[in-house]
């Protein structure tokens, strides 16, 4: 019997990659003869993305990362021809595949220093990582404040941090598993960074994070969310101790279980 046709893992360089492995996924489907088993192809071109295509493909809603018909669909709009570019497209996922590009920089994007502000006095403190924590602490001292840009390349915004010695992506990763975001609920996340090259978390990989998405008003407010599908969002509420910034989907149990913490929230607050 002939050995399987291969299929190299994609990395999400370019159109030309892109091409390369759709056309790799329907080969070896009818050469397993799964060619009209979409759910197989689509479990099966999962096993074979990586770097930054394997962050983006774990963004996608679920009901897309498990139809390769849509799945196709969804490489084919991210990974674009360039005799397309130009022209205009049906988006199918508008904001499941954000650009990680370091110089994809959308018009003014907003960028300053995170700022954190407590609800009760409006004392104002500073996000920081201060000798490589490994998670998102807090300071009284603006100069060590992260320095964030917002990339709204997509209707989702994340937050990009662009201080000079680290370029990284903040997210929020959980303290355990498994997740209950429900009413009730006293899980929390603790802000991590995800390595702009390598894509790994600060805190490891032992319970689920993701890029932080979230929606960021007019003043500068920044509304975090997690994000299991483009429908299913659960806000996410921020709270400091006495060093450590936590977010959390339900404020009223998670203050009854934490009486100690302070809720606070987020600001860009730009720097001219």
Known sequence: MSSAPPVERFKGIDWEECNEFILAIRTRAFWEGKQRDPNWMADFAATNVSHKALLWHSRLPEDVRQDWSKLEAAFFDRWAPPEYDEEPQDKFIPAAAPSLNRNDKSDNPLQGILKLVLNESDATYYASF????????????????????????????????????????????????????????????????????????SLGDDTPFQLMTCTVLANGEVIPVWKKDETNKTRLFAFINSSTLYLAPDPEAYSKDNLSEKRVKLFVEPIY
Not at 156 to 185: F, K, M, Y
């Open 130 to 201: 201060p000798n490589g924590s490994k998670f998102c602490r807090w300071t009284e001292d603006v100069s060590r404040a992260i320095h964030v840009r917002c990339n709204s390349s997509f209707s989702a915004a994340l937050l990009e941090r662009i201080d000079p010695s680290c370029h990284s992506w903040l997210a929020v990763q959980w303290n355990s598993t498994p997740l209950n975001l429900g009413n009730g609920s006293t899980n929390y996340t603790r802000v991590a960074r995800v390595d702009s090259d390598t894509l790994k978390s």
